[in-house]
């Protein structure tokens, strides 16, 4: 068929997509809604995946609050990585050591559900691209909030995602620290997702049930399915492509395909978080299955004594000493002193921001409490710690007085019946019930018990 022929434009005449609407001309590439040819897009898909995330990213964001808490950073200036929070700290109240995998549940939730949500997300995104590109660009104040709205939901969203499977693989690619990155963009992202969800839920939870309803009347007619209505209500999907290419697979099938997708995902992550043979399973991330570290405790390390700038040197039985201070002066100690006060086990796991976690280890060492009564604290109190480490995040780290009282917290001087390793802290390590894995400092220092 012939093209009709097009009247040729004054040279002065603006050029782009606004300009062809203004001619009354159409629109090339995706600004043309025939661009999108589709069939699977449409409101009934991208409501179902909007329903997914709204719960989903619900849990992803209080999980991560909880995980933001776990640090302590109200012990400001030690454990605080964002000193600007202001209000955005209103929430944060001192870490429990009960139960002591607290962390272990509630990052390790957040991680996997993060990851198993990428198909889903990306799956929305790809769902609601025409939406992005229709034109005018804004036709009210109220459209243009929206449009902001969506722009900062977008944007943050895939900072938020990329930023944490970085981390999760421990490819630090981004510039500055991971911490203040990570929760100012979860804040953005958040606020964006509450004024997204507030104004796009209720047209989701119609667009469900218009469509549960077109299932039924196609069934009992024997009629086959329609589109419902788009959000604006006029009887059409603003979503579905006008002129659709021949379908390959059905909308039920592309969620399947976004669901299978994200069971693989869980399959391959979530084993991290556990022990025994489900271990096996974390094939897709760091420190899944049994990873010995190095001499003879054999379980999972982060960072190793290399990373971290040790010097066999310095934490030799010769040279090494630890420094208690507190209110009645200073107490210095070799690993001979510390082996003639009274020693304390406990079986705790070491759980991390990454979202891996180890099973319950076997420590053994001086509690916390007994070394804080050395320096004339007999009611516990909070403790600053410094490590020798030279490289990495929480070379100098605080705990608060619930933590240095429970009985579980040690300074450990030995794990499964073994002397500690380097990579795991020898001379002497940090730990503490339920607390992040950074906060279990290594290759201990010095310890100031008293107000910081």
């Given at each position: 068929?012939?093209?009709?022929?097009?009247?040729s434009?004054?040279?002065?005449?603006?050029?782009?997509?606004?300009?062809?609407?203004r001619?009354?001309?159409t629109?090339h590439?995706?600004?043309?809604?025939?661009?999108?040819?589709?069939p699977?897009?449409?409101?009934?898909?991208?409501?179902?995946?909007?329903?997914?995330?709204?719960?989903?990213?619900?849990?992803?964001?209080?999980?991560?609050?909880?995980?933001?808490?776990?640090?302590?950073?109200?012990?400001?200036p030690?454990?605080?990585?964002?000193?600007?929070?202001?209000?955005?700290g209103?929430?944060l109240?001192?870490?429990?050591?009960?139960?002591?995998?607290l962390?272990?549940?509630?990052?390790?939730?957040?991680?996997?559900?993060g990851?198993t949500?990428?198909?889903?997300?990306?799956?929305?995104?790809w769902?609601?691209?025409?939406?992005?590109?229709?034109?005018?660009p804004?036709?009210?104040?109220?459209?243009?909030?929206?449009?902001?709205?969506?722009?900062?939901?977008?944007?943050?969203?895939?900072?938020?995602?990329?930023?944490?499977?970085?981390?999760?693989q421990?490819d630090?690619?981004?510039?500055?620290?991971?911490?203040?990155?990570?929760?100012?963009?979860?804040?953005?992202?958040?606020?964006?997702?509450?004024?997204?969800?507030?104004?796009?839920?209720?047209?989701?939870?119609?667009?469900?049930?218009?469509?549960?309803?077109?299932?039924?009347?196609?069934?009992?007619?024997?009629?086959?399915?329609r589109?419902?209505?788009?959000?604006e209500?006029?009887?059409?999907?603003?979503?579905?492509?006008?002129e659709?290419?021949?379908?390959?697979?059905?909308?039920?099938?592309a969620?399947g395909?976004?669901?299978g997708?994200?069971?693989?995902?869980?399959?391959?992550?979530?084993?991290?978080s556990?022990?025994g043979?489900?271990?096996?399973?974390?094939?897709?991330?760091?420190h899944?299955?049994?990873?010995?570290?190095?001499?003879?405790?054999?379980?999972?390390?982060?960072?190793?004594?290399?990373?971290?700038?040790?010097?066999?040197?310095?934490?030799?039985?010769?040279?090494?000493?630890?420094?208690?201070?507190?209110?009645?002066?200073?107490?210095?100690?070799?690993?001979a002193?510390?082996?003639?006060?009274?020693?304390?086990?406990?079986?705790?796991?070491?759980?991390?921001?990454?979202?891996?976690?180890?099973?319950?280890?076997?420590?053994?060492?001086v509690?916390?409490?007994?070394?804080?009564?050395?320096?004339?604290?007999?009611?516990?109190?909070?403790?600053?710690?410094?490590?020798?480490?030279?490289?990495?995040a929480?070379?100098?780290?605080?705990?608060?007085a619930?933590?240095?009282?429970?009985?579980?917290?040690?300074?450990?001087l030995?794990?499964?019946?073994?002397?500690?390793s380097?990579?795991?802290?020898?001379?002497?390590?940090?730990?503490?019930?339920?607390?992040?894995?950074?906060l279990?400092?290594?290759w201990?220092?010095?310890?100031?018990?008293?107000?910081l």
């Amino acid at each position: 068929m012939a093209r009709s022929s097009r009247p040729s434009l004054p040279e002065d005449l603006p050029a782009g997509p606004s300009a062809a609407l203004r001619r009354g001309g159409t629109p090339h590439g995706p600004f043309s809604p025939g661009f999108w040819r589709s069939p699977v897009r449409g409101t009934p898909f991208t409501s179902v995946l909007g329903l997914v995330l709204l719960v989903g990213l619900t849990v992803l964001f209080l999980t991560g609050l909880l995980s933001y808490a776990a640090y302590n950073p109200g012990l400001s200036p030690v454990n605080d990585k964002t000193p600007d929070k202001g209000i955005l700290g209103f929430y944060l109240f001192a870490w429990p050591t009960d139960p002591p995998w607290l962390y272990r549940l509630t990052q390790g939730v957040h991680v996997t559900l993060g990851l198993t949500l990428v198909p889903v997300l990306l799956a929305k995104l790809w769902s609601v691209a025409p939406r992005l590109f229709t034109l005018p660009p804004v036709r009210s104040v109220a459209h243009a909030l929206e449009r902001i709205s969506l722009l900062l939901l977008v944007g943050g969203a895939l900072f938020e995602f990329v930023t944490g499977i970085l981390n999760v693989q421990l490819d630090y690619l981004f510039p500055g620290s991971f911490y203040p990155l990570h929760f100012y963009g979860a804040w953005v992202f958040f606020g964006a997702f509450v004024v997204h969800a507030v104004l796009k839920t209720p047209v989701a939870l119609r667009n469900l049930r218009r469509l549960r309803e077109e299932r039924k009347g196609a069934g009992e007619s024997g009629e086959e399915e329609r589109d419902v209505g788009g959000d604006e209500g006029e009887g059409r999907d603003d979503l579905a492509a006008p002129e659709p290419d021949p379908p390959t697979v059905s909308r039920r099938g592309a969620l399947g395909l976004v669901g299978g997708g994200s069971l693989l995902l869980f399959a391959t992550s979530a084993g991290r978080s556990f022990d025994g043979p489900l271990r096996e399973t974390a094939v897709l991330t760091p420190h899944g299955g049994p990873e010995p570290g190095t001499g003879p405790n054999a379980f999972q390390i982060n960072k190793t004594a290399a990373y971290a700038g040790i010097h066999p040197a310095e934490t030799s039985e010769d040279a090494w000493r630890l420094v208690v201070a507190g209110r009645t002066g200073t107490v210095r100690l070799d690993r001979a002193g510390l082996l003639a006060l009274p020693q304390h086990s406990a079986a705790l796991p070491i759980a991390c921001v990454e979202g891996w976690s180890t099973s319950d280890q076997w420590w053994r060492g001086v509690r916390l409490r007994d070394l804080a009564a050395l320096v004339g604290h007999d009611d516990p109190v909070d403790v600053f710690v410094e490590s020798l480490q030279r490289r990495g995040a929480f070379r100098r780290a605080a705990l608060r007085a619930n933590q240095v009282a429970d009985p579980r917290s040690l300074l450990a001087l030995s794990v499964n019946g073994e002397e500690l390793s380097p990579d795991h802290g020898h001379p002497a390590r940090i730990i503490v019930p339920g607390a992040p894995g950074v906060l279990n400092t290594k290759w201990v220092a010095r310890l100031t018990f008293g107000d910081l």
